[in-house]
């Protein structure tokens, strides 16, 4: 998995910020002194030639010429006719003569002059400077403006890197809590100062996957325990009926004891099949994916698949599913619940008796009814049965007490409920009720 320093990847945006940020002042105080020089030495060259120019007819043969002095910044040149050559104050080729007053910018053997030209009388006076005198000095300016800036750049970058560190350190805070907890340790993460806006939904997630996780741990070791606990019963007969098988002294009491055996080896068997039901149906159950279910065209199946069993224990079974009735569920879990509470119904009811299924639904809600004739549970075990492993003090044998768990757990996972009443004429009915959905009609 590829790593990252958000330190270092902040501080990066951050200095790109302020280079580029930088950049951009420099170019526009370049912009703006350029444009201040510009104006400001513009005005010097027409005052200057106004200055020459009001002094009337100027005597040339009388000028002296200036020598090629560097720290002259401005270029005076006068054409008269009288003369063949121009007057020059510095030692350089003469200039272009501009026909007309006022400002130009022209290129001279390789180098770009700005003129300020008026006309004096027959005489024309021109005064110029190189622009790259200017260029030379806004630059001298603009540096003189941006070197405060250049300066604090490294101390801009150390504050930088403080205040990325500051906004970091809760999220240090969360890393040491969780590096120093125990392995085992499932409770909530505290840091000692307060945590910022921005870094509680990562703790509160956190803290709620922790409990989630501390939910699941305490089922699991709940769920090993109980299964442990029942576990133990069925195995110990067996061991005692295959003790017994060694030391029969005929063939009917080892015919006696292997049928005993059969019979524990199908109550483990059924133990079993019913405790990887629930280990099926824990927490993790819930992130499975849910699909429309018609559940009248799911209880006709599986009555079908259990009238061997009704037919074997002369029990009728009838199920009233005309309309279809959807719920949006996991298929096999509810497969299971509905075969569970038509076994149980089966079982627990006697010889000759009748077991009913109805599947209703209404626009809001779907329910599955079971009913049947048999002896019924007490009222005051209607709640008690659906404990895990529990079974009522009239049970059948052969039973593991978690039909009725799984039974209401499936029933939560779905967002349904499920009880148990007193049945009419007599016996036991349950009811499952779902959140009832609405599946478009097909095209």
């Given at each position: 998995?590829?790593?990252?320093?958000?330190?270092?990847?902040?501080?990066?945006?951050?200095?790109?910020?302020?280079?580029?940020?930088?950049?951009?002042?420099?170019?526009?105080?370049?912009?703006?002194?350029?444009?201040?020089?510009?104006?400001?030495?513009?005005?010097?060259?027409?005052?200057?030639?106004?200055?020459?120019?009001?002094?009337?007819?100027?005597?040339?043969?009388?000028?002296?010429?200036?020598?090629?002095?560097?720290?002259?910044?401005?270029?005076?040149?006068?054409?008269?006719?009288?003369?063949?050559?121009?007057?020059?104050?510095?030692?350089?080729?003469?200039?272009?003569?501009?026909?007309?007053?006022?400002?130009?910018?022209?290129?001279?053997?390789?180098?770009?002059?700005?003129?300020?030209?008026?006309?004096?009388?027959?005489?024309?006076?021109?005064?110029?400077?190189?622009?790259?005198?200017?260029?030379?000095?806004?630059?001298?300016?603009?540096?003189?403006?941006?070197?405060?800036?250049?300066?604090?750049?490294?101390?801009?970058?150390?504050?930088?890197?403080?205040?990325?560190?500051?906004?970091?350190?809760?999220?240090?805070?969360?890393?040491?809590?969780?590096?120093?907890?125990?392995?085992?340790?499932?409770?909530?993460?505290?840091?000692?100062?307060?945590?910022?806006?921005?870094?509680?939904?990562?703790?509160?997630?956190?803290?709620?996957?922790?409990?989630?996780?501390?939910?699941?741990?305490?089922?699991?070791?709940?769920?090993?325990?109980?299964?442990?606990?029942?576990?133990?019963?069925?195995?110990?007969?067996?061991?005692?009926?295959?003790?017994?098988?060694?030391?029969?002294?005929?063939?009917?009491?080892?015919?006696?004891?292997?049928?005993?055996?059969?019979?524990?080896?199908?109550?483990?068997?059924?133990?079993?099949?019913?405790?990887?039901?629930?280990?099926?149906?824990?927490?993790?159950?819930?992130?499975?994916?849910?699909?429309?279910?018609?559940?009248?065209?799911?209880?006709?199946?599986?009555?079908?698949?259990?009238?061997?069993?009704?037919?074997?224990?002369?029990?009728?079974?009838?199920?009233?599913?005309?309309?279809?009735?959807?719920?949006?569920?996991?298929?096999?879990?509810?497969?299971?619940?509905?075969?569970?509470?038509?076994?149980?119904?089966?079982?627990?009811?006697?010889?000759?008796?009748?077991?009913?299924?109805?599947?209703?639904?209404?626009?809001?809600?779907?329910?599955?009814?079971?009913?049947?004739?048999?002896?019924?549970?007490?009222?005051?075990?209607?709640?008690?049965?659906?404990?895990?492993?529990?079974?009522g003090r009239d049970a059948a044998p052969g039973g593991s007490g978690l039909g009725l768990a799984i039974v209401r757990q499936i029933a939560e996972l779905h967002g349904?409920?499920?009880?148990?009443?007193?049945?009419?004429?007599?016996?036991?009915?349950?009811?499952?009720?779902?959140?009832?959905?609405?599946?478009?009609?097909?095209?």
């Amino acid at each position: 998995m590829r790593t990252y320093s958000i330190r270092r990847r902040l501080l990066v945006a951050l200095l790109g910020v302020l280079l580029g940020a930088g950049l951009i002042a420099a170019l526009a105080t370049y912009a703006s002194a350029r444009g201040e020089v510009d104006t400001f030495l513009d005005e010097e060259l027409r005052q200057i030639a106004l200055s020459l120019r009001d002094h009337a007819q100027l005597d040339l043969a009388r000028l002296q010429r200036a020598s090629d002095d560097p720290d002259l910044r401005a270029l005076v040149q006068i054409w008269d006719p009288a003369f063949e050559r121009p007057y020059s104050s510095r030692a350089v080729a003469p200039l272009p003569r501009l026909r007309a007053e006022g400002f130009a910018t022209i290129e001279h053997e390789g180098r770009s002059w700005r003129i300020y030209a008026t006309p004096s009388g027959k005489q024309t006076v021109q005064v110029a400077q190189p622009t790259a005198l200017r260029a030379e000095l806004a630059a001298r300016s603009a540096g003189r403006l941006l070197l405060p800036v250049v300066v604090l750049l490294p101390f801009l970058g150390l504050l930088g890197w403080w205040i990325v560190g500051s906004g970091l350190a809760p999220l240090t805070a969360v890393a040491q809590a969780l590096t120093q907890r125990d392995p085992a340790s499932l409770r909530p993460v505290t840091t000692p100062q307060p945590l910022p806006i921005e870094v509680q939904p990562l703790v509160e997630s956190l803290n709620a996957l922790l409990q989630r996780l501390e939910a699941a741990f305490d089922t699991q070791r709940r769920f090993a325990a109980d299964a442990a606990h029942e576990l133990r019963t069925p195995l110990t007969a067996l061991t005692l009926q295959i003790q017994l098988a060694a030391r029969a002294q005929s063939e009917q009491e080892r015919a006696i004891a292997l049928e005993r055996m059969e019979q524990g080896v199908k109550r483990a068997t059924r133990l079993v099949q019913q405790l990887l039901t629930m280990a099926r149906l824990e927490p993790e159950a819930a992130s499975k994916p849910t699909e429309p279910i018609d559940l009248s065209a799911l209880a006709l199946l599986v009555a079908e698949e259990l009238q061997p069993l009704a037919a074997q224990r002369k029990v009728s079974l009838e199920v009233n599913a005309a309309a279809p009735a959807w719920v949006l569920g996991q298929e096999d879990a509810m497969r299971i619940l509905l075969r569970n509470l038509i076994d149980n119904a089966i079982r627990y009811t006697g010889p000759e008796g009748r077991v009913d299924v109805h599947v209703r639904a209404s626009e809001s809600e779907v329910n599955v009814i079971v009913e049947d004739n048999g002896p019924g549970i007490a009222v005051e075990e209607h709640e008690r049965v659906f404990d895990r492993f529990y079974r009522g003090r009239d049970a059948a044998p052969g039973g593991s007490g978690l039909g009725l768990a799984i039974v209401r757990q499936i029933a939560e996972l779905h967002g349904g409920t499920v009880a148990l009443s007193a049945g009419v004429p007599g016996g036991l009915r349950a009811l499952a009720s779902f959140p009832a959905v609405v599946v478009p009609a097909a095209s």
